[in-house]
């Protein structure tokens, strides 16, 4: 074919064009003319423009007089062009190449919007070299969303349409999010149409179709639409930037909420562990927080929409929890308990109502929970504290509070037991802070008894770090089967005791002395003590435990408020106690245990042995035979053959607590603890001489004459340091072995007998004062008082009063 056929006057980028077309559209692109088109294009890229107009022209008449074939061929001349040409004139023709594709969008024949686009998808792929500053993607946005949507009759023909109009919008957000320069996709008016297209498909998958037993249409994943829209919605999470996070998920909130996919939740699920696992790890929380402030704009909803909402949020929130910092995870839990305390402060529903409620509020604790298991053990001792800090106390001394309180306090002592769970004890010095312990052994004495429980399950969790409690959760004498992991006590587990273990005593003794105990309640505080004793046992905390132990035997025996099955009950924790000493430390205690367990069953005082129960039967002929007791004689023999120190133990009964008010209980654990320690502790705490009963303290140098200053001079050393250490061991000998009676006997002075003994030593130097004034100064002082005397500070001040 010969030029002149196409006139003299027609451009040589025409003929080109033209050549490139065969006489069938059955035939094809014209290999070998598109080869001499792209050589023109890359040799003159100043007509590239040109190119791309003339054949936007020859595609536009092809489409209106519906030769799809031909548009065919225009359309791979325009993608080998494409390809081929690399230059910054290729702008000018990506113009026409896009009103090409918007042309082929425009008809109504599929085929045409298939082809469409898969050409853009193929010039979505293309580095272009230099940016487009007037390039806009709405129409393409708009009706590849509206492909997502697509509803043909014919199964196939949808299926190709949803995929289409999917990898259309794959290909505009890999063309824009990338070059700044463009127009930002992340508005809210592009972000509404293409997450929602997305999630249409991905919801018409086998999340909604297996539940009804249905198979997808189309097994092939690279034609699946909800495959597909998975993919690209995974690309468009994992590119979006800390402030173009929001952007994505307000559509997601919107869309579920629109279409009811809370209920069930399977599929939001899965859109939010999409959105967690695609997302920058940085910015996962930020999915956290918009899904908690979700929650809060449907506080007024139906409650198991909420309550599906904060199971989405149970199983994700973990996700974001490792990748959180110390205000960010304070403020994802505070957010957590505001929407308990919110769920505590509603009316309190009845019925089927009541039990939602309490799912709801299982959900939010089973999240705050997640959250924290993938925190470091230090945020979550800081998560606990926040907690603590957050329930509600009785205030004064009021032990009773308002109902909502008792709720919100139940609610949040449940997510403080969530966290404790999650938390790996170490050193108990670590896990009780004072600012976290004190509040907590507070609320041991709290007046509902549900509230007690869950205190004493937070503090079996802290303390069973071998997973001892499984063991100790029933009091129990047959102690040889108890199968316990004991580890001897670290240095700082002993100091923690030394600090603290007077405050459990006072505390766990305070809750025995409730009216309300049941049999839950004393057997938590069994475990408890049996907890303390397995995980920070020592030889130096036997005989504050035995002590103890011998107080709560004494409140069982002398208390007015409790009833006999609550005293019985006593018992049994004493003896079960008693007899978990020896298995835990080796002192010749078992004996002993075995002998008084031995005259209880033979003498019928069964309720005097485990089990505990709420109503016990007495079938011996006195409630407490003889024999049946702890003896503290026998103890104190018992110890000291076996070479202890048992002093502490000689002290009366009414010296411990129980036998005295509530207000006088803290002295024998003071005391206690002043013995407590080591040998130097107790003399930097004790030594003084006027604390010290019977014991003058000397001091060497107080007599500083020149013979004294030459004894010490000349003295030795050693003998120093040994009267020394004589007078220390003397001192803390007294302390020691005296009785608690006889130092506070030497300790009180007659305040009476000291003032008049005072007043008269200084009044007779006073009088001898006077008989030494001189005459001179007497004639000075001639004024004398009405009664004929001179008062006492003009004779011993004359110089004050001269006239």
């Known amino acids: 074919m ?22 069938s559209p059955q035939e094809g692109l014209v290999k070998n003319n598109m080869e001499k088109l792209a050589f023109y294009a890359i040799s003159s890229p100043e007509k590239l423009d040109r190119i791309g107009e003339y054949l936007l022209e020859k595609a536009s008449r092809d489409i209106s007089r519906r030769r799809y074939g031909f548009v065919k061929i225009a359309m791979e001349a325009m993608d080998q062009l494409l390809q081929a040409c690399h230059a910054q004139s290729l702008n000018l023709f990506v113009e026409s190449f896009l009103r090409t594709v918007q042309k082929l969008l425009e008809s109504s024949e599929p085929e045409l919007q298939i082809l469409a686009t898969q050409s853009f998808v193929k010039f979505a792929n293309i580095e272009e070299d230099t940016p487009s500053y007037h390039r806009r993607y709405d129409f393409f946005v708009s009706k590849f969303s509206s492909m997502c949507h697509s509803n043909h009759p014919s199964p196939e023909t949808l299926t190709q349409l949803r995929v289409a109009g999917i990898n259309g919008l794959q290909g505009v957000i890999r063309k824009t999010v990338s070059d700044d320069l463009v127009e930002n996709i992340w508005e809210s008016i592009h972000m509404d149409k293409i997450v929602p297209s997305l999630l249409y498909n991905m919801q018409d998958s086998r999340y909604e179709k297996d539940s009804e037993n249905h198979e997808p249409i189309v097994d092939d994943c690279d034609i699946d639409p909800p495959s597909s829209a998975e993919t690209v919605f995974r690309e468009l999470v994992g590119r979006a930037g800390f ?149 509600p106390s009785a205030s004064g001394g009021n032990r009773n509070l308002a109902e909502k309180d008792i709720v919100l306090q139940r609610i949040c002592l449940q997510s403080l037991l969530m966290v404790s769970t999650k938390y790996n004890s170490v050193q108990m010095t670590q896990t009780f802070p004072q600012s976290f312990l004190e509040p907590l052994l507070k609320m041991v004495t709290a007046a509902d008894c549900d509230i007690r429980l869950l205190i004493f399950r937070i503090l ?5 770090r071998h997973d001892n409690y499984c063991r100790l959760t029933k009091p129990t004498t047959d102690v040889n089967n108890l199968d316990l992991v004991l580890v001897s006590c670290s240095r700082q587990d002993a100091i923690f005791m030394h600090k603290f273990g007077r405050e459990f005593y006072i505390s766990l003794y305070e809750s025995l002395e409730l009216e309300n105990n049941d049999v839950d309640n004393i057997e938590a505080i069994y475990s408890t003590l049996a907890l303390l004793l397995v995980e920070l046992y020592s030889e130096e905390m036997v005989l504050d435990f035995l002590i103890f132990i011998l107080t ?47 005259t209880r069953s033979s003498t019928s005082a069964f309720h005097l042995l485990p089990p505990m129960e709420e109503m016990h039967t007495v079938k011996s002929e006195t409630p407490v035979p003889n024999g049946c007791l702890l003896e503290q004689s ?138 030494i004034i001189s005459p001179s100064s007497e004639s000075r002082l001639a004024v004398t008082s009405p009664q004929g005397q001179k008062p006492m500070y003009e004779l011993l001040f004359p110089e004050l009063f001269s006239y």
């Open 2 to 23: 010969c030029c002149g056929c196409f006139g003299m006057g027609t451009p040589r980028y025409k003929h080109l064009v033209d050549h490139i077309y065969p006489n």
């Open 243 to 391: 402030g173009h996070v929001d952007s994505v998920i307000k559509p997601v909130l919107r869309h579920l909420d629109l279409h009811g996919l809370w209920l069930p939740n399977t599929f939001a699920v899965h859109v939010f562990k999409i959105l967690m696992f695609s997302i920058q790890s940085q910015y996962t929380y930020t999915v956290v927080e918009s899904l908690i402030i979700h929650l809060d704009k449907n506080s007024k909803t139906a409650i198991k929409i909420r309550t599906s909402i904060a199971e989405v949020l149970a199983k994700i929130i973990a996700i974001a929890a490792s990748d959180s910092v110390g205000p960010t995870v304070l403020e994802i839990i505070n957010s957590l308990l505001a929407h308990l305390r919110t769920s505590a402060g509603r009316q309190r529903p009845t019925g089927h109502e009541q039990d939602e409620e309490q799912l709801y509020q299982d959900a939010l604790i089973h999240a705050l929970g997640e959250f924290a298991a993938h925190l470091p053990n230090y945020q979550k001792i800081e998560i606990m504290m926040f907690i603590m800090s957050k329930v």
């Open 460 to 464: 079996h969790t802290l303390l069973d």
């Open 552 to 598: 709560i035997q004494d409140l069982a025996l002398t208390s007015t408020l409790l009833s006999e099955s609550q005293m019985y009950n006593l018992h049994i924790l004493v003896i079960s106690l008693f007899a978990l000493i020896p298995k835990i430390i080796p002192l010749p205690l078992k004996d002993y245990a075995d002998k008084i367990i031995e």
């Open 634 to 771: 026998q103890l104190i023999e018992i110890l000291q053959s076996a070479g202890v120190d048992a002093a502490r133990l000689s002290s009366s009964p009414s010296m411990l607590p129980g036998a005295t008010s509530l207000g006088h209980r803290h002295s024998w654990v003071e005391s206690a603890a002043a013995m407590k320690g080591s040998v130097t502790d107790i003399h930097s705490n004790l030594d003084s001489g006027s604390s010290t009963p019977g014991i003058q303290r000397k001091y060497p140098n107080e007599d500083l004459t020149f013979e004294a200053m030459k004894r010490i001079i000349s003295e030795n050393p050693d003998a120093k340091r040994e009267r020394e250490a004589e007078r220390q061991n003397q001192l803390y000998e007294t302390f020691r072995t005296t009785s608690f009676n006889e130092l506070v006997t030497k300790n009180i002075i007659d305040d009476e007998e000291t003032l008049q003994a005072t007043i008269n030593e200084i009044f007779s130097k006073l009088n001898a004062d006077s008989r």
